[in-house]
């Protein structure tokens, strides 16, 4: 599965459209999105910011991480938790009794209209989830962050088990 996964991000990279010139708008797109628009791919600062994000999470610095998010930003999770701001998604890391080791394995980034601001990131993780020592989990974590104003307006995750 994992070759897969690889794959089918090499095949994103390899057919991903040439920069344009600043003549020539770049309208190569793949796809589409809910709303019948066509996908492009999106911006690198906000797969950098999601990678930064990564950086202060695996540092568990919640302080660093609030500046990432946006006031309202919405957050959806793997259980069906559904919750608004960053206190509340700082708590819901809180109530968790699991120690996690983790790598991100993907990011990209797509836009799914060009005439408004922001971009959607998918981002992908292989996480191991401990506790007391003993593996409890080996998951494939993925996650999407729409991004607007170099701040997360949302974000959603979902879990599967890897054997």
Not at 67 to 96: H, I
Request: one cysteine or more.
């Amino acid at each position: 599965m994992r070759i897969f996964q690889i794959a089918c991000c090499a095949a994103i990279v390899l057919v991903a459209c040439a920069p344009a010139t600043e003549s020539e708008p770049m309208a190569c797109s793949s796809g589409f999105a809910p709303t019948g628009n066509a996908l492009t791919f999106g911006s690198e600062s906000s797969v950098e910011l999601v990678k930064a994000i990564d950086a202060e999470w695996a540092k568990l610095d919640l302080g660093s991480m609030r500046q990432f998010y946006s006031d309202t930003c919405l957050f959806e999770w793997n259980d069906g938790d559904q919750f608004q701001g960053f206190d509340a998604f700082a708590a819901k890391l809180g109530m968790d009794t699991l120690d996690y080791s983790w790598n991100m394995i993907w990011a990209y980034c797509v836009d799914d209209d060009q005439e408004e601001p922001g971009d959607w990131v998918h981002a992908g993780f292989d996480e191991v989830g401990t506790f007391a020592g003993d593996t409890v989990e080996k998951v494939i974590i993925e996650e999407w962050y729409y991004i607007r104003d170099e701040k997360v307006q949302y974000y959603s995750n979902s879990k599967r088990p890897v054997r």
